[in-house]
């Protein structure tokens, strides 16, 4: 399934991020349950990026395609979001091996990790590169 990327957040990092809202992968995708600071596994999901489009597939027919080249990247630099590169992050996914995917209701105004990654706001982990 094709997500527009303005349904889309790419934030770049040491642990990338890919936030999504109103995906169809949302019901599929598991509860996102952290525990003592520890994201999990999405087990059975991968995630493949590349600079013109992210491709995030799970078990069966379930995934998303996303156009990446013009999809939103953010950076942080000083604690203050700043305009990000897809080809960094992309880099930063491939270096980490994956990329945390959280699916929500809809994007945040803010980023504030904690909320995200709280009880019950969002669903899905930690989504590894194919090997």
């Known amino acids: 399934m094709l997500l527009s990327p303005e349904k889309t957040l790419f934030v770049r990092g040491v642990t990338p991020a890919l936030l999504l809202s109103e995906a169809s992968v949302h019901g599929l995708l598991p509860t996102l349950a952290v525990t003592d600071g520890a994201v999990p596994l999405c087990g059975g999901w991968s995630i493949v990026p590349r600079l013109t489009m992210c491709v995030v597939d799970g078990p069966g027919e379930a995934g998303v395609v996303v156009p990446a080249l013009v999809a939103p990247v953010v950076d942080v630099a000083d604690g203050v979001l700043v305009p990000g590169d ?19 209701d ?26």
């Open 86 to 104: 897809m080809g960094d992050w992309c880099a930063d996914t491939e270096r980490a091996g994956g990329a945390l995917v959280l699916s929500l």
């Open 106 to 131: 809809e994007l945040p105004e803010t980023l504030d990790w904690a909320h995200l990654t709280g009880p019950g706001v969002a669903r899905g982990g930690f989504v590894a590169c194919p090997v």
